[in-house]
């Protein structure tokens, strides 16, 4: 069975630095997509990022940014140009590209502080 | 505007009194799930439902209940809720799987004394 791991409970940044999140992931698949949700303290769920396994470049939304390294089942979450508003939860999620498996792993979750 | 639409947003109950908790989305989302986020532990699915009338339990779907009677509308049954049932709840959907982007709801926080 696959597993999602975040090892870093809880992460501060001074506002305008950059942090990087961890993620590792355990699958003996080699199709796969991976995800970066942020949950603020509204509990609203929101898509940062996704990685398909099959496509090597690092996906990238603006400010946010992953390093992808599928050998070592690894996929970190940079933030760049930390603002008030990046302070979160932030879970990292797999997905099998197996179109019978509809389950989404999700990790236990980084909680992002920053630092004014 | 696109949304899944929870409700209620707080609920505090007494343990065997049954409770449903609501979910509709209105973007013709063919899939749709819920799970429960416990500290600690991520979130952890409970059920889904593939389209109408095609649902299927996920990781933890001891003492729930649901129904896909219409594609819009998903909800989340506890016939004798427990306290281990305490949790921050989550309706989601999208319209396909694979790297489609999940719509969630706003959140139930269901307390059972």
Partial sequence: ?116 | EAQVTQNPRYLITVTGKKLTVTCSQNMNHEYMSWYRQDPGLGLRQIYYSMNVEVTDKGDVPEGYKVSRKEKRNFPLILESPSPNQTSLYFCASSFRLGNEKLFFGSGTQLSVL
Avoid: H
């Avoid at chain 1, 690092?58 to 302070?87: H, W, Y």
């Avoid at chain 1, 990292?92 to 590209?97: F, H, I, Q, V």
């Fill in chain 1, 1 to 116: 069975a696959q597993t999602v791991t975040q090892s870093q409970p809880e992460m501060s940044v001074q506002e305008a630095e950059t942090v990087t999140l961890s993620c590792t992931y355990d699958t003996s698949e080699s199709d796969y997509y991976l995800f970066w949700y942020k949950q603020p303290p509204s509990r609203q769920m929101i898509l940062v990022i996704r990685q398909e396994a099959y496509k090597q470049q690092n996906a990238t939304e603006n400010r946010f940014s992953v390093n992808f390294q599928k050998a070592a089942k690894s996929f970190s979450l940079k933030i760049s140009d930390s603002q008030l508003g990046d302070a979160a939860m932030y879970f990292c999620a797999y997905r099998s590209a197996e179109y019978s498996n509809y389950q989404l792993i999700w990790g236990a979750g980084t909680k992002l502080i920053i630092k004014p």
